[in-house]
């Protein structure tokens, strides 16, 4: 079993959907990362996460420690933020523990 | 923000030789550098993780002798796959962290290898 495990695998939404990607661990964790990865294959950082919720432009992580859940909302979703999202966490120690990331497809 | 970057993006090579990849931190003194493998619609395999100056540290499976991986400096790691064979195709991609930030791991852009 995974310690991380994300659903959507795969998500097709049309222009302007608002999108949720969800993500459940079973390990205690330091921080949880939402990742995004585009067709080239470069890594971004979207946000690291503790506790409560985070926002940067239209893309908003939440996180739900107790539940251990996180989600990624995509408002108003454009072709450009097509790609593969990761979310993964750390435990305190060096390593990421990854998922296995879902592919977003947004058609205009 | 940090900057991670490798080199080569892409690289072609005959099956038997060797290929260089290099991964560096350009505006930060990176602790500890991770060396990842990703097959097409998976996610990342974490191989190994150097630290400045000593030996990198091999995940389960990963061997070391194929995949040698040299950490000199606080801004430099590289991974050598040594005779390298179809199945090395892969993508590779580094990260770096420093110790002001433990949590946190800076991706660089990755590496396409293909071994004909």
């Known amino acids: 079993k995974n310690e991380v495990e994300q659903s959507p695998q795969n998500l097709t939404a049309q222009e302007g959907e608002f999108i949720t990607i969800n993500c459940s661990y079973s390990v205690g964790i330091s921080a949880l990362h939402w990742l995004q990865q585009h067709p080239g294959g470069g890594i971004v950082s979207l946000f690291m996460l503790s506790s409560g919720k985070k926002k940067h432009g239209r893309l908003i992580a939440t996180i739900n420690i107790q539940e251990k859940h996180s989600s990624l909302h995509i408002t108003a979703s454009h072709p450009r933020d097509s790609a593969v999202y990761i979310c993964a966490v750390t435990t305190g120690g060096n390593q990421f523990y990854f998922g296995t990331g879902t592919s977003l497809t947004v058609i205009p | 923000g940090a900057v991670v970057s490798q080199h080569p993006s892409r690289v072609i090579c005959k099956s038997g030789t060797s290929v260089k990849i290099e991964c560096r931190s350009l505006d930060f003194q990176a602790t500890t550098m991770f060396w990842y493998r990703q097959f097409p619609k998976q996610s990342l395999m974490l191989m190994a993780t150097?630290?400045?100056?000593?030996?990198?540290?091999?995940e389960q499976g990963v061997e070391k002798d194929k995949f040698l991986i040299n950490h000199a400096s606080l801004t430099l790691s590289t991974l050598t796959v040594t005779s390298a064979h179809p199945e090395d195709s892969s993508f590779y991609i580094c990260?770096?962290?420093?110790?002001?930030?433990?949590?946190?791991?800076?991706f660089g852009p990755g590496t396409r290898l293909t071994v004909l």
């Open positions: 990260s770096a962290r420093y110790g002001g930030a433990p949590d946190t791991q800076y």
């Open positions: 150097s630290n400045e100056g000593s030996k990198a540290t091999y």
